[in-house]
């Protein structure tokens, strides 16, 4: 089992930045790639950005320029740093962890999401 706990969300205004943090804690060991998305009110959730266990890194292209996804394997920690936003970059943000469970299977976790809201 893995355990993820979301810091750093909040109320900023347009042009602003956040953020976000993701710790995990448990089975540690097993953990893959990691990555954050979001849900807007009335929408689906979307890929915001992943890493791999080796730093190679995805952006959704609404996102590319403006945020970046890093990871600190000694802590445990997933960061999301949101530059330049948006309003419509409102939404409550999860981050999530893949853990290894067998040679070709992976189990994900989510965190319990934090909101970023963006006010025009």
């Known amino acids: 089992q893995v355990q993820l706990a979301e810091s750093g969300g909040g109320l900023v205004q347009a042009g602003g930045s956040l953020r976000l943090a993701c710790t995990a804690s448990g089975s540690i060991f097993s953990i893959d790639a990691r990555g954050w998305y979001r849900q807007a009110p009335g929408k689906q959730r979307e890929l915001v950005a992943t890493i791999t266990s080796g730093g190679s890194t995805n952006y959704a292209g609404s996102v590319k320029g403006r945020f970046t996804i890093a990871r600190d394997n000694a802590k445990n920690t997933v960061y999301l740093q949101m530059n330049s936003l948006k309003p419509e970059d409102t939404a409550v943000y999860y981050c999530?962890?893949?853990?290894?469970?067998?040679?070709?299977?992976?189990?994900?976790?989510w965190g319990q999401g934090t909101q970023v809201t963006v006010s025009s």
């Open positions: 999530n962890a893949d853990a290894v469970t067998g040679a070709y299977t992976r189990v994900r976790y």
